[in-house]
């Protein structure tokens, strides 16, 4: 068992509060260094000056929660997922709703953005991906995953993949350039254990250019390899180091850190190569299903409603 042992704790430098409801999701501006997005169950955007530890503004649109985001535009805009079955496009300039995607016909969970921000994908509860134009908004392909409840999808970097996670607890990868075909899938382990989400960076400056990275229902991180020349993921293991459900799990790979958030309100803190667990960022009361980063700073978003702001040294 790795991690599950009393070891460094990291403190929160600061306590963000301002939501109505639990948080579901953060994540740190590319553009603005300190500045933070959330998305809560209460239906809003919230915009944070995380040094200064400031609310600086709301997003509403959405009627239900907001579960997933992503930065367009050089961090002038950000794309939305709601479990009321929309995508929303925002102008953080004004601070106003752009445009609505509908496609979805239930949750959706997930969205992605491509490196050039040219693509959009999404996935839902529906088992369908969708692939869209950032542009136009239009949809440019769809695959459907076979009924599967799909939980999170990501870019690839470095590849034109797509990868997702499913109620099956399989992950997928799938060809951008041809209409979402199905590639590889990982071994079936157990169809009872969900993975809530997945994180990869196949980047060739990347410290795991062939790994990716699973939140497993079963308390556990779950490591894959990719294999490009033969299109195919192999399981390589599982550490244990949360005594709950892992919720959450993002890759920094240039500098080959993993960090992870858990339902019991632990977020933990790994040297992505090996899995060794380096400290604890603690604070938290309730579950833990986002854990951002940016050059000097870790954020993580609870359903205790808070936002807690750590220094990344």
């Not at 500045?35 to 000056?49: K, M, N, P, V």
């Not at 995607?101 to 369908?128: P, R």
Request: net charge neutral; aromatic share 8%.
């Amino acid at each position: 068992e790795i991690g599950r042992y009393t070891g460094p704790e990291k403190k929160a430098v600061a306590v963000l509060k301002g939501h109505e409801l639990g948080v579901e999701t953060v994540l740190f501006n590319p553009g603005k260094p300190g500045e933070l997005a959330s998305g809560s169950h209460d239906r809003t955007i919230g915009i944070w000056d995380a040094v200064r530890g400031q609310l600086t503004g709301k997003l509403t649109g959405h009627t239900e929660g907001v579960w997933s985001m992503k930065f367009l535009g050089g961090g002038t805009g950000l794309i939305s997922a709601s479990p009321d079955t929309t995508l929303r496009l925002w102008d953080l300039r004004s601070g106003t709703s752009t445009a609505t995607l509908k496609g979805h016909s239930n949750i959706v969970y997930s969205v992605s953005v491509s490196e050039d921000e040219s693509l959009i994908a999404s996935v839902g509860s529906d088992s369908q991906i969708i692939l869209w134009d950032a542009r136009t908004q239009k949809v440019v392909s769809r695959a459907n995953d076979g009924g599967q409840i799909l939980f999170s999808v990501d870019f690839a970097r470095g590849k034109d993949l797509i990868l997702t996670s499913d109620f099956a607890g399989s992950v997928k990868v799938y060809d951008v350039k041809a209409g979402l075909k199905l590639l590889a899938s990982t071994p079936n382990l157990d169809p009872e254990v969900r993975i809530y989400m997945i994180s990869a960076d196949f980047r060739q400056t990347s410290n795991t250019p062939t790994s990716i990275f699973g939140a497993s229902e079963d308390n556990k991180i779950r490591v894959f390899e990719w294999n490009n020349e033969s299109n195919t993921i192999g399981y390589k293991k599982s550490v244990e180091g949360h005594f709950a459900s892992v919720k959450a799990v993002t890759l920094d790979g240039t500098r080959g850190v993993l960090f992870s958030g858990c339902k019991d309100g632990s977020a933990k803190v790994w040297e992505a190569s090996s899995m060794n667990y380096q400290y604890s960022l603690v604070g938290h009361t309730d579950a833990v299903p986002s854990v951002a980063y940016n050059e000097n700073l870790i954020a993580t978003g609870s359903w205790d409603q808070t936002i807690r702001v750590y220094n990344f040294a």
